[in-house]
């Protein structure tokens, strides 16, 4: 089931939330609609507090990329993250450009390190602990923010965060062009 996409600012997007345990109910339906709505709105990640809910899961999906070859893999990489920690920054800073469905319509180089050293549970809670850069990096520390209730605007220098004040407004007052459902954005 596809689910309504909770808008800037919601105060759901500015909680802190909870780590859940394996009896937490029809997860397993969860995490499939959470890819579901993911994959519908054009998405490369998606955590738990944008669907309206204040835990600690994510998901993210995606083509890799490769350099060598300058082509996208056929292969999707999928990785769903329960209760993620980032443990260890390592390596350069970096910009990339991000955006996020919560913020439509705006996207941002944001800084961020090329490496990290994640640790989390995935779907049947087996407990991972791995270095990964790339996409993959980038797209977890993207939605662990959100799990801490940060979004990746909060992250621009002040003179960025001027210049896009006007289509924040925008977003909040629901006026937005999305060919996705979203909800709790306050309309005018
Ligand atoms: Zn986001």
């Given at each position: 089931m596809i689910l309504p996409i909770v808008g800037y600012g919601s105060p759901i997007l500015r909680k802190?939330?909870?780590?859940?345990?394996?009896?937490?109910?029809?997860?397993?339906?969860?995490?499939?609609d959470m890819y579901e709505t993911m994959y519908a709105a054009d998405g490369v990640g998606l955590a738990a507090p944008q669907v309206?809910?204040?835990?600690?899961?994510?998901?993210i999906g995606f083509r890799p990329y490769d350099e060598a070859t300058d082509t996208y893999g056929e292969e999707e990489e999928r990785h769903t993250l329960i209760n993620p920690e980032i443990?260890?920054?390592?390596?350069?800073?970096k910009?990339?450009?991000e955006g996020c469905l919560s913020i439509p319509e705006i996207h941002e180089d944001v800084l961020r390190p090329e490496r990290?050293?994640?640790r989390y549970l995935d779907e049947d809670f087996q407990e991972h602990t791995e270095e990964i850069d790339g996409m993959f990096a980038r797209?977890?520390?993207?939605?662990?923010?959100?799990?801490?209730?940060?979004?990746f605007t909060d992250r621009l220098s002040a003179i960025?965060?001027?210049?896009?004040?006007?289509?924040?407004?925008?977003v909040m007052t629901g006026?937005?062009?999305?060919?996705?459902?979203?909800?709790?954005a306050r309309k005018k």
């Amino acid at each position: 089931m596809i689910l309504p996409i909770v808008g800037y600012g919601s105060p759901i997007l500015r909680k802190q939330c909870e780590p859940i345990t394996a009896d937490y109910p029809n997860l397993k339906q969860l995490i499939a609609d959470m890819y579901e709505t993911m994959y519908a709105a054009d998405g490369v990640g998606l955590a738990a507090p944008q669907v309206d809910l204040p835990i600690r899961i994510a998901v993210i999906g995606f083509r890799p990329y490769d350099e060598a070859t300058d082509t996208y893999g056929e292969e999707e990489e999928r990785h769903t993250l329960i209760n993620p920690e980032i443990l260890e920054y390592k390596g350069e800073k970096k910009f990339f450009n991000e955006g996020c469905l919560s913020i439509p319509e705006i996207h941002e180089d944001v800084l961020r390190p090329e490496r990290i050293v994640l640790r989390y549970l995935d779907e049947d809670f087996q407990e991972h602990t791995e270095e990964i850069d790339g996409m993959f990096a980038r797209v977890a520390q993207h939605e662990i923010d959100h799990l801490d209730g940060k979004v990746f605007t909060d992250r621009l220098s002040a003179i960025r965060k001027g210049l896009i004040r006007r289509r924040l407004n925008d977003v909040m007052t629901g006026k937005v062009h999305v060919k996705y459902k979203m909800k709790g954005a306050r309309k005018k």
